[in-house]
């Protein structure tokens, strides 16, 4: 059975115009600009946003997802969508990480723990 982690923190997702030096969990430079994902305990060490989205909770798929896996996100992210849910959803080396509003996380990991999903909450 696939864990699925919920991490303990808040996160926000932060449009900036310079990569700033906080600990965060993702970075994505694009022609819309930078855009990052940080636990909100770091946003007061950000000088200047153009926006900020607050209030995401970050779940991990603890298990290793090889490259040629096709439909994994799919899957997830269409049950989430069918019990209106919204998502970001970002992918690393090894797995996927799926950030939800802090309202949404109870109903998305009963709605995961449906598809035989382990939930793990720290």
Same mark, same amino acid.
Request: aromatic content about 10%; proline content about 0%; cysteine-free.
């Given at each position: 059975m696939v864990r699925v982690v919920l991490h303990p923190e808040s996160f926000a997702v932060v449009n900036v115009r310079d990569v700033p030096n906080v600990d965060f969990f993702a970075i994505v430079k694009d022609t819309g600009g930078i855009t990052v994902v940080l636990p909100e305990s770091e946003l007061g #060490?950000?000088?200047s946003m153009m926006s900020c989205e607050r209030g995401f909770r970050l %779940?991990? *798929?603890d298990t290793v997802l090889p490259f040629d896996l096709v439909g994994f996100i799919s #899957?997830?992210?269409?049950? %989430?969508a069918e019990a209106g849910i919204s998502v970001l959803v970002f992918s690393s080396y090894s797995t996927d990480h799926i950030l939800v509003k802090g309202e949404d996380v109870d109903r998305a990991l009963?709605? %995961?723990?449906? %598809?035989? *999903?382990e939930k793990v909450i720290p």
């Open positions: #060490k950000i000088g %779940l991990t *798929f #899957k997830v992210s269409t049950a %989430l009963d709605v %995961l723990e449906g %598809l035989g *999903f």
